[in-house]
């Protein structure tokens, strides 16, 4: 069975850091570019941050960009989302995918394949 998993959210204060996992089953990530997105209430789906298989392409949302940053190990068969200095607004479930074609343009978030995992639930308070 493919599928994705993400796990590593939590309940963290402003200014903490955190690093989601997303585990790749039943098939291979490398060859693939990795997005992560993310869902805050009554919102709809964003698209955070994107890596090609080769590390050669990325792309970073504005509101995320020198806090976050994404990280894959295709040994391990996983990527990676580290997140520091976080925020209240960065509270949401976070979602990763594999996208199609392996490259991230600035529509990325538009290329993700397959169907969505649970995601991880991120929440920043005090």
Do not use: H
């Not at 941050?49 to 990280?71: E, I, P, Y």
Request: hydrophobic share 30%.
């Amino acid at each position: 069975q493919l599928r994705l998993v993400e796990s590593g959210g939590g309940l963290v204060q402003p200014g903490g850091s955190l690093r989601l996992s997303c585990a790749a089953y039943g098939f291979t990530l490398d060859g693939y570019a990795v997005g992560w997105y993310r869902q805050a209430p009554g919102k709809e789906r964003e698209g955070v941050s994107c890596m090609s298989s080769s590390g050669g392409s990325t792309n970073v949302a504005d509101s995320v960009k020198g806090r976050f940053t994404l990280l894959r190990d295709n040994s391990k068969n996983t990527a990676y989302l580290q997140m520091n200095s976080l925020k209240p607004e960065d509270t949401a479930v976070y979602y990763c995918a594999i996208l199609r074609p392996d490259f991230c343009s600035s529509t990325w978030y538009f290329y993700n394949i397959g169907s969505w995992g649970q995601g991880t639930q991120v929440t920043v308070s005090s």
